[in-house]
């Protein structure tokens, strides 16, 4: 798409605010999760069984008697029961079902009870009696690093001779971040229900993002056919990452449980299982070394990743070569070398979380860029714009142009409205005359690449079909978790038809419908499944056009759909009249569009390519208050700017910038994992592990959309991904915290990890002084 092309085409349907198709739903109550359907006669409850005491551990005897007597009880599920393979990896064969010989972690299930009651279930599985030989558990990043435990080979890529720029440099600074974890601490937790029928039949209702690696996987522990396995999906209550890859497990448990008994079985994880037994965020430490000049400009930049992935390998590669590949965020570094270490662990899995490794990759590119600024003295918004991409400065360290770059457009225009300036001036005076309260402000930007970089999974299907009676029927691909990706996929569908939203079907995600789906994730469900069902909609207008142009003897150029009408001409037929007419005259009124994403390409081998269609981008500015005495923090006001290209709806487009800040802001300040030495976590619910509230976030809350000519690559309607980037948006209140401690003794770099908690606050604060040692 050429520079000089503004898409200002007004649209009736697509890029209209239309609220949540189950919003009224949702707050009255009538949004119908998996454990609010209505159970099918006989339907039994499973509960987990697991080693509450070792988070590694050889298993040399498993005593079941007293499980199996408790009232109730049905049947006890093993390793043994397991009719096919007895794993639920997503793609690398080691992640067992149920333990096998051996405990890797705390939580690690080992057994199920398949009950009468989920109450008779929970109650029985406390019973097992565990005969075992522990082990010496590797719980952090420091343990897998002292043992030289890594799940996977590190990787690595870059450009330039960076060991020469570091040694011929006069100004050189190292430091080193510790970015912690997060639950997903979705409202809906972990839930499946299994429901067998014949011929070895199954269905199963799942809380997943991803239906066709649930298919998937309970084809291949139950030892039969895809095809044999039917997963739906209507909506999740919250899925964040956390239901990509982790809902496999509980989906094959309860399949397995339908297959041993012959009855519907279902499965619900308590809140405290669910946090102890299901993947975070990935933590990891990022070591730097950077080369800058007098003006703050980077030179060159030695980064190295060190990740927690825990006990096996899961979604690790992708989340880890993500962090790498937002390392730079959007600044240009002109001699580079990145590597990430994949740690190997006695904890669960990390898996998927929103951002998937990119978040992680922002915060060390801010970090730098913030001990760059301490250390000379500048403002460090002065030298983030001095590093920005720009011409000339425009390839990343894995080789891709930026071509599509709105950075200093967009950050100038949020400098200008957020009264940058003015407000620094105000900072420094509050922070000159103020002994004990600090004032912090800082203005952070994102650059964030759409697309999955494992480049299969950009690919999505839909079906729609239109009846007699005018209306349609919408399936397609992408799941559903509060996100609004039904809808807007609806809008395109009732802008393709010209006819009311109300006229579109929104119907489950069945891997029976479309087959062969890729997870809703990556921030690609609206580009992905949007495309594909505008696909499908052309097909049939296609079809309607020809048949309209012989019926009625009129050019096909002159004929339109608006208005609920088919424009023929000077006149106009009702949809519906026109429908019922091409059925009669034997017109197909259905059909399965398709689309893959077009571009991209990676070779991850020699690290190069372009692994993304595009690129999203936003800035934030954040203005916190910290007590220097207790380490509490206030977050004072936020002022957004995103680009969302031409919004497909900008109600829901704003809800999720907004949602995605707050999620990010928590990370980064208040949700803090706290595992003890032998591996257990200690935070494992909502009475230990702190989300935001609502008094934390900020009064003055600003945001708005970057007024955009539209996406210049031919996504759907021009619009741009909006469910991931917004979440390092919040990089600018941890840079703020950063600054407001740096106030304590200018130069000095303040060793500030995430999250920002008030204990590590105090670290900061009494390192500070000390002069940063």
Not at 17 to 39: C, F, L, N, Q, W
Not at 213 to 231: C, I, R, Y
Not at 505 to 528: H, R
Request: charged share 25%; with cysteine.
């Amino acid at each position: 798409m050429p520079d000089s092309i503004v898409d200002d085409k007004v649209y009736a349907t697509a890029r209209q605010p239309i609220r949540h198709d189950s919003a009224i739903k949702h707050v009255t109550g009538g949004a119908v999760y998996i454990d609010d359907m209505r159970e099918p006669v006989g339907t039994l409850h499973l509960a987990p069984g697991w080693c509450r005491t070792y988070a590694k551990a050889r298993l040399d005897a498993l005593d079941l008697t007293e499980v199996r007597a408790v009232p109730g009880v049905v049947a006890v599920l093993t390793k043994d029961d397991v009719p096919g393979i007895n794993d639920v990896s997503s793609s690398f064969g080691d992640d067992p079902m149920l333990a096998d010989g051996e405990v890797l972690f705390w939580g690690q299930v080992v057994f199920c009870v398949v009950a009468t009651t989920r109450e008779a279930a929970r109650k029985a599985a406390r019973l097992a009696r565990f005969e075992v030989v522990p082990g010496t558990p590797l719980v952090t990043v420091a343990d897998a690093l002292a043992a030289d435990s890594h799940i996977m080979p590190e990787y690595r890529f870059g450009r330039g001779d960076v060991a020469k720029s570091l040694k011929d440099t006069q100004r050189r600074l190292s430091g080193q971040i510790a970015v912690g974890g997060q639950e997903h601490f979705y409202l809906e937790g972990q839930v499946a229900m299994a429901v067998p029928g014949e011929d070895g039949d199954m269905t199963v209702y799942s809380s997943t993002q991803h239906p066709t690696e649930v298919q998937h996987t309970v084809a291949k522990v139950l030892g039969v056919t895809e095809a044999s396995v039917t997963v739906e999906t209507r909506r999740m209550g919250g899925g964040f990452g956390g239901k990509e890859s982790q809902a496999n497990q509980w989906a094959a448990l309860a399949a397995l449980a339908a297959r041993v008994t012959g009855r519907p079985c279902k499965m619900r994880l308590d809140r405290d299982d669910d946090m102890i037994m299901t993947g975070k965020r990935h933590d990891q430490v990022a070591s730097f070394d950077v080369a800058y000049d007098g003006e703050g400009r980077i030179l060159a930049v030695d980064l190295d990743f060190a990740s927690r992935c825990g006990y096996s390998a899961d979604l690790s590669l992708g989340v880890n070569d993500r962090t790498m590949f937002h390392a730079d965020n959007a600044y240009f570094y002109p001699n580079v070398s990145i590597r990430s270490q994949r740690l190997k662990t006695n904890t669960c899995s990390n898996t998927a979380f929103r951002g998937f490794g990119g978040p992680h990759g922002v915060i060390a590119a801010e970090r730098i860029i913030d001990s760059i600024a301490i250390s000379i003295g500048l403002d460090p918004l002065e030298v983030r714009k001095r590093n920005f991409y720009g011409p000339g400065r425009d390839v990343t360290p894995y080789g891709q142009k930026v071509e599509d770059n709105i950075l200093a457009e967009l950050v100038g225009e949020l400098e200008a409205s957020s009264n940058y300036w003015k407000r620094r001036t105000a900072v420094r005076s509050f922070n000159a005359k103020s002994r004990i309260l600090k004032k912090g402000l800082a203005l952070t930007p994102v650059k964030f690449g759409i697309s999955f970089t494992l480049i299969h999974l950009n690919q999505a299907g839909a079906l729609v079909h239109v009846y007699t009676d005018g209306s349609v029927h919408l399936n397609h691909g992408g799941t559903e978790m509060g996100q609004g990706l039904f809808l807007k996929v609806a809008q395109v569908v009732a802008e393709e038809f010209g006819l009311p939203i109300d006229q579109v079907k929104i119907t489950a995600t069945n891997t029976a419908k479309v087959p062969n789906t890729a997870p809703t994730a990556a921030s690609s469900g609206s580009d992905l499944n949007g495309m594909a069902a505008q696909a499908a909609c052309r097909e049939i207008k296609a079809r309607l056009v020809d048949f309209v142009s012989m019926e009625y003897g009129t050019p096909a150029d002159k004929i339109d759909f608006r208005d609920s009408q088919v424009i023929i001409g000077n006149g106009a037929v009702p949809f519906r009249e026109i429908v019922k007419k091409a059925f009669i005259a034997r017109i197909q009124l259905s059909a399965a569009g398709y689309y893959r994403t077009p571009k991209i390409h990676w070779n991850r081998d020699k690290a190069e390519g372009r692994p993304f269609l595009y690129f999203a981008y936003g800035a934030a500015c954040a203005e916190v208050t910290v007590d220097t005495m207790t380490g509490e923090m206030k977050v004072d006001r936020v002022d957004i700017l995103h680009d969302c290209g031409k919004s497909l709806n900008p109600a829901i487009d704003i809800g999720q910038i907004e949602g995605g800040f707050v999620q990010g802001m928590g990370w980064l300040t208040t949700e803090e994992l706290v595992f003890d030495g032998q591996g257990r976590l200690r935070t494992h619910a909502p009475s230990t592990y702190k989300i935001p509230t609502a008094s934390d976030v900020p009064e003055e809350f600003v945001t708005k959309l970057f007024d955009s000519p539209g996406n210049r690559e031919e996504t759907i309607f021009r619009s741009k991904a909006v469910g991931e980037p917004p979440l390092m948006l919040p990089a600018c209140v941890f840079s703020a915290v950063l600054d407001a401690v740096a106030s304590l003794k200018p130069g000095v770099i303040p060793p500030l990890d995430a999250p920002a908690t008030p204990e590590a606050i105090m670290k900061a604060v009494h390192a500070t002084r000390r002069g940063g040692v």
